[in-house]
């Protein structure tokens, strides 16, 4: 049995019967644009990378799928199947009282043990989070990273890269909600990573995005 259920930019996503089980397959697809040792070597590199922050996010106690087997001449993952709809979903449908806040916290405290551990998610959006029976799952590490944690100049800028994602994503979908969205999150990540680190980290945001308005005005 194999069906396809999402399509992206790098990869294809579809269920697999593997072992007896069904398992969510993430399969990096060829591009024909690239040359072809080359692009075997990049895909290579990021499923072995995204495995391995996986695997790491597991050991630190957050909830991610299970990694089955990672399949390197195919370069594929395959993974626990987590039936469930995504957090981006849920906003929608809960609307932004306490359970929505609720959750962004929870996705604050999960994405505060990353960067505390010197993970960067690379796309953390409430898309790339399953909710099932009132936990939070991160998915989709494609993009990610690890640094040294120092919270010093570097490590903030980094830092605030996967935050402003966040923040984009929240003014993109929920718009008038999003500060309100952000500040739970916000709530969550600082008991995680210490308000001091939070606060920086924020700063950073800050500069982040005046930065880009500059730069956009600088191209008008």
Same mark, same amino acid.
């Given at each position: 049995?194999?069906?396809?259920?999402?399509?992206?930019?790098?990869?294809?996503?579809?269920?697999?019967?593997?072992?007896?089980?069904?398992?969510?397959?993430?399969?990096?697809?060829?591009?024909?644009?690239?040359?072809?040792?080359?692009?075997?070597?990049?895909?290579?590199?990021?499923?072995?990378?995204?495995?391995?922050?996986?695997?790491?996010? &597991?050991?630190?106690?957050?909830?991610?799928?299970?990694?089955?087997?990672?399949?390197?001449?195919?370069?594929?993952?395959?993974?626990?199947?987590?039936?469930?709809?995504?957090?981006?979903?849920?906003l929608f449908k809960l609307g932004y009282g306490e359970?929505?806040?609720?959750?962004?916290?929870?996705?604050?405290?999960?994405?505060?043990?990353? &960067?505390?551990?010197?993970?960067?998610?690379?796309?953390?959006?409430?898309?790339?989070?399953?909710?099932?029976?009132?936990?939070?799952?991160?998915?989709?590490?494609?993009?990610?990273?690890?640094?040294?944690?120092?919270?010093?100049?570097?490590?903030?800028?980094?830092?605030?890269?996967?935050?402003?994602?966040?923040?984009?994503?929240?003014?993109?979908? &929920?718009?008038?909600?999003?500060?309100?969205?952000?500040?739970?999150?916000?709530?969550?990540?600082?008991?995680?990573?210490?308000?001091?680190?939070?606060?920086?980290?924020?700063?950073?945001?800050?500069?982040?995005?005046?930065?880009?308005?500059?730069?956009?005005?600088?191209?008008?």
């Open positions: 049995m194999r069906r396809v259920i999402a399509k992206g930019a790098e990869a294809i996503l579809y269920l697999e019967d593997w072992l007896g089980l069904t398992v969510l397959v993430k399969e990096r697809m060829p591009k024909a644009y690239r040359d072809p040792a080359f692009d075997k070597a990049i895909r290579l590199r990021r499923t072995i990378n995204e495995a391995r922050l996986m695997i790491k996010a &597991h050991g630190l106690g957050v909830p991610v799928p299970d990694v089955y087997d990672v399949d390197l001449a195919n370069t594929r993952i395959r993974m626990r199947y987590i039936e469930s709809v995504t957090l981006n979903e849920l359970g929505s806040l609720r959750l962004m916290a929870r996705m604050g405290e999960l994405l505060g043990i990353l &960067h505390r551990n010197g993970i960067l998610h690379g796309d953390p959006t409430p898309a790339n989070v399953l909710v099932k029976d009132s936990e939070c799952w991160l998915i989709d590490f494609g993009l990610g990273e690890e640094a040294n944690p120092t919270w010093d100049d570097r490590y903030l800028h980094r830092v605030a890269l996967d935050l402003n994602v966040l923040l984009r994503s929240l003014e993109s979908n &929920h718009g008038p909600h999003s500060g309100e969205l952000f500040k739970a999150f916000l709530g969550g990540y600082s008991s995680v990573v210490g308000s001091s680190n939070a606060d920086n980290a924020v700063r950073y945001v800050r500069r982040l995005r005046s930065l880009a308005r500059y730069m956009t005005g600088r191209l008008l």
